[in-house]
Nanobody, 121 residues
Framework: QVHLVESGGGLVLPGGSLRLSCAAS????????MGWYRQAPGKARELVVTITAGGKTDYSSAVKGRFTGSRHNAENTVSLQMDILKPEDTAVYYC???????????????WGQGTQVTVSS
């Protein structure tokens, strides 16, 4: 079994910053991509950033230049530094990881429980 546990989030003024962190634990052979998605009320879940094991990042156009994703492979963690936050960034943010638990097993998707980010004055 694999678990993703998130921390961070909260309420911030427009133009402010927040940092989210996520740690994967459990039966892990290899972590492939890690990243963050978000879901605003009444909208579908959308990509924020994905990071390959080699460190290649892919950002959504809505956050590029304001958000920075990073990961620490030795610790199986991924972080999201969010700067110049806007009210439209308000959403529940979900950590994601694609993980192989056994050497000859399948690559499976796992999700964190979600953390609320609210940008408001």
């Amino acid at each position: 079994q694999v678990h993703l546990v998130e921390s961070g989030g909260g309420l911030v003024l427009p133009g402010g910053s927040l940092r989210l962190s996520c740690a994967a634990s459990g039966r892990i052979f290899r972590v492939n991509t890690m990243g963050w998605y978000r879901q605003a009320p009444g909208k579908a879940r959308e990509l924020v950033v994905t990071i390959t094991a080699g460190g290649k990042t892919d950002y959504s156009s809505a956050v590029k230049g304001r958000f920075t994703g990073s990961r620490h492979n030795a610790e199986n963690t991924v972080s999201l530094q969010m700067d110049i936050l806007k009210p439209e960034d308000t959403a529940v943010y979900y950590c994601h990881a694609n993980i192989r638990s056994e050497p000859y097993g399948t690559n499976d998707d796992y999700w964190g429980q979600g953390t609320q980010v609210t940008v408001s004055s």
